[in-house]
């Protein structure tokens, strides 16, 4: 089992930035690929980026290409989403997740055997 806790939402201006944290514990041996994914009121979780902590191909959606970043930190076991320009449109509850291996891309939720419980991002106009 790995636990995950998400941190670092709120509620931000469009233009502005925020950094989500995911901080994982239990058995790290699982905890191969990190994604990261949204869910807004109404619609369906969708991936947002991914990455294989030990290093290979990171993943974006085309909708955050440029604008957000995935990195990881294994000393401390935690991984980042870093969230740039921030639009309304991204606007959701953002969860992080892991898998055991490299995922097929585009990557999806159904892939994923761990999750956080969100937190929670608001962009206003």
């Known amino acids: 089992q790995v636990q995950l806790v998400e941190s670092g939402g709120g509620s931000v201006q469009a233009g502005e930035s925020l950094r989500l944290s995911c901080a994982a514990s239990?058995?790290?041996?699982?905890?191969?690929?990190m994604g990261w994914f949204r869910q807004a009121p109404g619609k369906e979780r969708e991936a947002v980026a991914g990455?294989?902590?030990?290093?290979?191909?990171?993943y974006y959606a085309e909708s955050v290409k440029g604008r957000f970043t995935i990195f990881t930190d294994n000393a401390k076991n935690t991984d980042y989403l870093q969230m740039n320009s921030l639009e309304p449109e991204d606007t959701a509850m953002y969860f992080c997740?892991?898998?055991?291996?490299?995922?097929?891309?585009?990557?999806?939720?159904?892939?994923?055997?761990?999750w956080g419980q969100g937190t929670q991002v608001t962009v206003s106009s």
């Open positions: 239990g058995y790290i041996a699982s905890r191969r690929y």
């Open positions: 997740a892991a898998r055991p291996g490299t995922p097929a891309q585009p990557i999806r939720a159904y892939d994923f055997q761990y």
């Open positions: 990455i294989p902590i030990f290093g290979g191909s990171v």
